[in-house]
């Protein structure tokens, strides 16, 4: 079946502006992550989501990120009154949800805050 | 922080020779898993090797794992040019809520035909 799908791919916004990103997982894949990645900090965890619930949001930076999830399958990342440091390409993953699985990642979003 | 550190940052060799990374860690983990990524977008997985494991092959790749020493390597062998890419070791902790991954700071390969 497909892959995990992120849209948009890329987003050029201005300082100051909210922002949405969407990622749609596996179909069937229980559990779904956010992660980022930046020249300066590598690729770092944000939050995960298992169904709906987000027992772990240890990683979101500050109050001006959130993310929700429905219906246990998409999800969207929100952030609000963007800074230039949260340019960064932000990466979505599945899996299936046990333990031992692997993550499938989608193709990322790419966010410039001028 | 980064849970896992690379090691070298970046590698050049040439096609038909073999490229080995290296990958550690500082607290315990369930497993272990190796990514892909090329141009600087969506990560490829690769292998995932768990806490029980030692060795695990898959095609041209080898993954180690020495939880005594909290570290792993990944070997590519006969290298081709298609495998210049960024080499990521990512591990899922023990005490991590839904195996959340922390990331090593990667390896740059590049595979000169």
């Known amino acids: 079946g497909a892959g995990v799908s992120q849209s948009p791919s890329n987003k050029v916004t201005e300082k100051g502006k909210d922002v949405e990103l969407r990622c749609d997982p596996i179909?069937?894949?229980?559990?779904l992550y956010w992660y980022r990645q930046s020249l300066g900090q590598g690729l770092e965890f944000l939050i995960y989501f298992q169904g709906n619930s987000a027992p772990d949001k240890s990683g979101l930076p500050s109050d001006r990120f959130s993310a929700e999830r429905t219906g246990g399958s998409v999800s969207t990342l929100t952030i609000q009154r963007t800074q230039q440091e949260d340019s960064a390409v932000y990466l979505c993953a599945s899996s299936a949800g046990a333990a031992y699985n692997e993550q499938f990642f989608g193709p990322g979003t790419r966010l410039t805050v001028l | 922080s980064q849970q896992g550190e690379e090691d070298p940052q970046a590698l050049s060799i040439q096609e038909g020779e073999n490229a080995t990374m290296n990958c550690s860690y500082k607290?315990?983990?369930?497993?272990l898993q190796w990514y892909r990524q090329n141009s600087g977008r969506g990560l490829v997985h690769l292998i995932l090797?768990?806490?029980?494991?030692r060795e695990k092959h898959s095609g041209r790749l080898r993954v180690t794992l020495d939880t005594s020493k909290k570290s792993s390597s990944l070997l590519i062998t006969a290298s081709r040019a298609a495998d210049t890419a960024s080499y990521f070791c990512?591990?899922?902790?023990?005490?991590?809520?839904?195996?959340?991954?922390?990331f090593g700071g990667g390896t740059r390969v590049l595979v000169k035909p």
């Open positions: 990512a591990t899922a902790l023990i005490k991590a809520a839904g195996n959340k991954l922390t």
């Open positions: 179909s069937g894949h229980t559990a």
């Open positions: 090797i768990r806490s029980n494991e």
């Open positions: 607290t315990s983990i369930n497993n």
